[in-house]
């Protein structure tokens, strides 16, 4: 038997695109939509089509043109949201729509005003619908990991019934930890019947730095679907990032037995645009795809990946896309990367002439953040005699 797959969800187009800062225009969103295929994303969630008339015409643009993943269209448990995705998806080569339900007591008696048992009528009533117009009908109860874990089993069950083939367990707030919703998944698994022909899906926020790995554990504990964002952008603090949580499964690669459709190389030029596109990019720390990433100042550390990226990188630039590793030359910078950089600037200097030029180097970095090539040219240069 092969390797089990885990699916790539993406919702930068959905989740991301709905935080502030984020919102696209139907082009933008085409043209990230594309990009997206480019990388590989099993489902590309598109929007919420009952939301408006330009997230309707954005999914339908993006439904005729990107052919490769599956497009969803988010949908409430309600007629005319079903039917108001179901026509957005209209030219979709494979379709899905995703509807939520909230299912803890506190959304179903504060912000719903249903009870229990109307939410499991809502979601059967609903799954049963979508299931006759799109290819695969995914149900979230919104709110999962702070629901009652019977009347969860409970409405999953519904749900399954109805026709769900992906049945996603909501992070919706930020609130589990990992061992957590690793057990809400292995329960889901043992307590529902025929979750066996059911695709798994996690879907986790980062209000508490967890996305990622929750999203591991989740996949860990059984799911085979895993709902992120580019750059983790989306609600509050964000999405689990894909970037992150692909490269994870890359780099440990012995913990996480997986085959999936991204092209990792593509990581990196997704980032970029999706940067381009809204109004702010990651920090630069940012694990994968900040400027900072790859980027080494320290001596031992210029010196050690140098001789050996290994020894402070866990996986290459090249592999997720970066152009190269940046050596940002500053104060605690050696002389292995001055004498590899002025060499990559076409200036081969002798063991004299390289100590000479350190020390200048030494003196300027002292008084400036980073050193730029044009420093380092200019420190080449002969010195004023006044300044010998
Ligand atoms: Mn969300």
């Known amino acids: 038997m092969g390797q089990e797959r885990v699916q790539f969800f993406d ?7 709905q935080s502030p800062g984020c919102s696209m225009h139907t082009t933008e969103k085409l043209r990230m939509a594309r990009q997206l295929e480019t990388l590989g994303v099993d489902i590309l969630e598109a929007g919420f089509a009952i939301a408006s008339e330009g997230d309707a015409a ?24 079903i039917e108001a995705a179901a ?4 030219p979709a080569r ?3 729509i995703h ?20 939410a499991l009528e809502q979601a059967d009533a609903a799954v049963r619908l979508a299931a006759q117009l799109v290819d695969t009908v995914e149900f979230s109860p919104e709110d999962a990991t702070r629901t009652d874990v019977d009347f969860l089993c409970k409405i999953v069950g519904v749900a399954v019934n109805a ?20 057990a809400l998944f292995r329960t889901l ?7 066996e022909k059911v695709t798994l899906s996690c879907h986790c926020h980062d209000d508490l730095g967890m996305a990622v790995a929750n999203s591991l554990a989740a996949i860990e504990a059984g799911a085979r679907q895993v709902e992120c964002t580019i750059n983790g952008i989306g609600e509050r603090a964000g999405n689990g990032a894909l970037e992150e949580i692909a490269a994870a499964m890359h780099v440990r690669a012995d913990k996480f037995p997986f085959t999936h459709g991204l092209h990792l190389e593509q990581l990196y030029p997704t980032s970029q645009l999706l940067s381009r596109t809204i109004s702010y990019g990651p920090s630069p720390n940012k694990a994968i795809v900040g400027s900072n990433a790859f980027a080494h100042e320290a001596g031992i550390h210029q010196h ?9 990188e866990i996986i290459t630039p090249a592999a997720v896309g970066v152009p190269s590793n940046r050596m940002v030359l500053g104060k605690h910078s050696g002389r292995h990367a001055l004498a590899h950089r002025l060499t990559e600037l076409g200036h081969s200097l002798d063991r004299d002439a390289l100590e000479e030029v350190y020390q200048r180097f030494i003196h300027l970095a002292d008084r400036k953040k980073a050193v730029y090539d044009q420093d380092l040219l200019a420190l080449l240069a002969p010195m004023p005699a006044a300044q010998t």
């Open 99 to 118: 509807i939520f339900l909230a299912s803890s007591d506190i959304h179903l008696e504060y912000k719903l005003k249903i009870t229990r048992e109307q």
């Open 87 to 90: 026509r957005a998806l209209e």
């Open 163 to 182: 026709g769900a083939t992906v049945i996603n367990l909501p992070d919706t707030v930020g609130y589990t930890i990992p061992q957590e919703y690793a």
């Open 189 to 195: 698994r043992q307590r529902v019947p025929g979750m």
């Open 11 to 17: 919702t930068t187009l959905r989740d991301g695109e």
């Open 304 to 312: 050690g990946v140098l001789s050996n990226p290994l020894c402070y």
């Open 94 to 96: 494979s379709s899905r």
């Open 58 to 81: 954005a999914i339908h643009t993006i439904a005729s043109e990107v052919r490769g993943p599956q497009i969803a269209s988010l949908s409430r448990a309600r007629k005319e949201d």
